[in-house]
């Protein structure tokens, strides 16, 4: 058996799946404010219990991104930027709110290094810049950040200067930009200070996870929680790399709207008790944003494409009819998968005989409403369908997502590149990506690799990126 849970602001789901992924057991209970961890000890008293083991355990939690919104609960954070006078443009953590900053930053350095796609370009990393200011560090810091300006090209400084960083602070937890963010050198540096500032918070919710599932289940049980991008991580992962949970929940939704209907693309809205979340589904997987935010900072996590609408007021249907439409990644028309605690209610649809012309009917789990949106009074958009246990979307999904890893690179194609090695590369960082996650290293599978152009930048420059995906590593 898997357990799935998913801690929302308002309630807490919780769900058991057999080895078919069909649901044996569900519950909702009230969410404890503020405490995540009594949230799931309540969700899980009121678990119906099957009597058969529960090998693994997935959480879905909204903890982190509330902990950067009401700045509480963050480490103070050394920024170190590599890049020297290529870098200075403009300073680290520009555009934050000053707040935040206040609450965050323990000071910020820019030091020589970095190059361009070949040895000749590369000036070297200015080594005792950075020890000096680690030490300045010592006292004022938790965390620290690194980001080289091309490090998606080449990490190795980053990963030197954490070398460096360690030798002088000790245990101070160490965030590389490389392994968490896109090519935008301001976003990929927010991305790794808010991974920093999260890592004490990450640390106390693994801790109070591993405990609260060891009571409800045993000690033998693997834990995992879920990632934005709509996969799960093991609990040292969330440990080292806290920010890959932000936007975690509405992903875990989108996941389990994909397993319950069986579509791979669909808009999906999660209809809540105040409000309704619209995301998209490409591949089963959740639709990427691009230009997230998080407490009023942007940054590059992998993390769903989003829309919110109130869940009611006189516009509440055209709003969320037009956040359909915008969330279509084509002009196709794709269904919409209504799911969360009020999503029979909104769509006022009842389930009889499915061979009635003009009704709704329930086939295999799922409710289809007849007329599509116009059923819901929403036109403009075809097949509506609400799954069954889809008030408990978000703890299905988190139960029956893989273990999952991302790779990407940017690399210049000349007549010297040998494309096909760099590929295999990339599909290697992503499958030990996964690995390193939790995924059971004999099981992990990769994507192939997509490649996409990047005419700002000079010759022919492609960004490459892969996704790997694989059961986890069972204790």
């Known amino acids: 058996m898997i357990a799935g849970i998913d801690v929302g602001p308002t309630n807490t789901d919780a769900v058991l799946l057999d080895g078919t992924g069909a649901a044996r057991a569900t519950a909702k209970v009230p969410s404890a404010p503020d405490d995540p961890v009594a949230a799931v000890r309540a969700a899980l008293r009121a678990l119906p219990r099957t009597g058969e083991p529960v090998s693994r355990a997935a959480v879905g939690l909204r903890g982190p991104a509330r902990a950067v919104v009401e700045r509480r609960g963050l480490a103070r954070v050394g920024v170190l930027r590599i890049g020297g006078n290529a ?18 930053h323990a000071g910020s350095a820019i030091v020589e290094g970095g190059g361009g796609f070949g040895p000749g370009d590369w000036t070297a990393l200015d080594e005792d810049a950075v020890a000096r200011f680690a030490a300045g560090l010592a006292g004022r810091a938790g965390a620290v950040a690194i980001t080289g300006v091309f490090a998606p090209v080449d ?40 991974n920093g500032a999260l890592h004490r ?52 939704t989108l996941r389990g709207a994909a397993i319950l209907t069986g579509r791979d ?22 639709q990427q944003a691009f230009g997230a935010r998080i407490g009023g900072v942007p940054v590059g996590f992998w993390m769903p494409d989003l829309i919110r609408v109130p869940r009611s007021g006189p516009r509440t249907r055209a709003e969320l009819a037009e956040a ?3 969330m279509r990644p084509s002009a196709d028309r794709l269904p919409l998968v209504l799911v969360g605690g009020g999503a029979g209610t909104f769509a006022e649809a009842r389930a009889h005989d499915p061979s009635h012309p003009d009704g709704t009917g329930r086939s295999n789990g799922l409710l289809e409403v007849a007329g599509g949106l116009d059923g819901v009074g929403l036109p403009g958009v075809g097949e509506v369908l609400v ?6 979307a978000g703890a299905i999904g988190a139960a029956a997502s893989p273990v999952g890893g991302q790779a990407e690179r940017v690399v210049r194609v000349d007549t010297g590149t040998d494309l096909a090695a760099v ?10 990506s996964a690995v390193r996650a939790g995924a059971d290293p004999r099981r992990v599978t990769v994507s192939e690799v997509s490649r996409t152009p990047l005419p ?16 986890a590593h069972l204790l």
């Open 456 to 471: 700002y930048l000079p010759g022919a420059t492609l960004r490459l990126h892969a996704r790997a995906s694989g059961p």
């Open 87 to 104: 870098a200075r443009a403009v300073r680290p953590l520009y555009g934050w709110p000053p707040d935040l900053v206040d609450a965050v």
């Open 265 to 286: 693309g669909a808009v999906v809205a999660d209809v809540g008790e105040h409000r309704i979340r619209v995301g998209a589904l490409a591949g089963g997987y959740p």
């Open 155 to 194: 990490g190795a400084q980053e990963r030197r200067a954490a070398e460096i960083v360690r030798r002088e602070m000790g245990e101070a937890h160490v965030s590389l930009s490389g392994e968490l963010g896109p090519l935008g050198l301001l976003e990929r540096e927010n991305t790794a200070v808010l």
């Open 201 to 252: 918070l990450a640390g106390d919710l693994a801790d109070g996870l591993r405990a609260a599932l060891a009571e409800a289940f045993g000690p033998d049980l693997t834990v995992l929680v879920t990632r934005g991008d709509g996969s799960v991580m093991g609990l040292d992962h969330l440990r080292r790399h806290p920010g890959l949970g932000l936007g975690s929940s509405l992903a875990s």
């Open 387 to 392: 799954p069954e246990h889809g008030g408990v």
């Open 324 to 326: 359909v439409d915008r």
């Open 423 to 432: 590929l295999a590369e990339v599909r290697e960082d992503a499958r030990a």
